[in-house]
């Protein structure tokens, strides 16, 4: 393109196009898209549409994953679980934008019967029409070649590899081990096999597997976090109400902003400084874009 002609067409779009989407294209480096308010859905709304909308990754007639954290037999109110209200939210934009299909699943660590009930996700998303909660099925998980530094091949579920449009909404949290599960750690609810194994190299597995298989988009859970006794929590005195819901289409650099809610620098936390490390996405706060929704 003639550049006389290409920098007419950038003043159009910055006539043309929504202010949030202005600010994204003129963006150094990943934005990562911060929305708060006490209505959680309509947080979660806001953060996405602060991307560009969900139009920008979901078109007509594709089939969408959205893999939420539902790993334990936790209600909402401890933080534990990924909050259906923000589920939901996601859920709806999908379909909004046209999605044939979307399917929502985990691989839990409690019984996922029990899990997928006391989440509440189940029930937020019963009877709506092209939308599928589903148990993981044993058979329908795929060996993979990673041909990574630690993991060479690895499990992972079929019906997440073959959809369309793969997005991560994991919930902000404490982790004995990793100290904090933010979004790159949600990638192990779609690993079968035994997923305990990878965590003696934990930051360098999980490298291996998010280097293989990325989300077009994160929407990570802030609306209360799980401070201390993480994963599976179980004790109100532990979660902090924040109202927060934060996405991105740079995985790393969500995870790098989630981590300071804790207090905490994005280099404190092993998985995020090693894909970081990796060049799967941007870690230092200083180059990433943060957009108020």
């Not at 599960?181 to 779609?190: E, S």
């Amino acid at each position: 393109m003639e550049r006389r002609r290409f920098i007419k067409l950038l003043g159009l779009c910055s006539i043309f196009l929504p202010g949030s989407l202005r600010q994204l294209l003129a963006a150094q480096g990943p934005v990562v898209a911060v929305s708060q308010g006490s209505d959680h859905a309509a947080a979660a709304r806001r953060a996405i549409a602060a991307l560009g909308g969900m139009q920008r990754f979901v078109k007509a007639g594709q089939t969408v994953v959205v893999k939420p954290n539902i790993g334990w037999d936790r209600a909402p109110q401890y933080a534990a679980t990924t909050n259906p209200a923000v589920v939901k939210a996601v859920v709806e934009e999908c379909l909004k934008a046209g999605a044939k299909k979307v399917k929502v699943f985990d691989r839990t660590c409690n019984d996922a019967r029990r899990c997928y009930a006391s989440s509440g996700i189940e029930s937020a998303l019963k009877g709506m029409k092209n939308v599928e909660v589903k148990h993981l099925e044993e058979e329908r998980f795929k060996k993979v070649a990673l041909n990574g530094r630690v993991l060479k091949e690895c499990e992972l579920y079929g019906e997440a590899l073959s959809a369309d449009v793969y997005i991560n909404v994991p919930v902000a949290k404490h982790h004995g081990l990793s100290r904090l599960t933010l979004g790159m750690k949600n990638v192990m609810g779609i690993m079968g096999g035994n997923r305990g194994s990878i965590h003696k190299n934990l930051d360098q597995a999980l490298a291996d597997v998010n280097g293989y298989f990325r989300p077009q988009l994160t929407v990570i859970d802030a609306t209360r976090i799980l401070t201390a006794h993480g994963p599976q929590g179980g004790n109100l005195a532990d979660v902090e109400v924040l109202n927060q819901v934060l996405a991105s289409t740079d995985m790393v650099a969500a995870d790098a902003y989630a981590t300071t809610l804790f207090g905490l620098k994005p280099s404190d936390i092993a998985v995020t400084r090693t894909a970081y490390q990796r060049g799967l996405g941007e870690m230092n706060l200083d180059r990433i874009r943060v957009v108020k929704a």
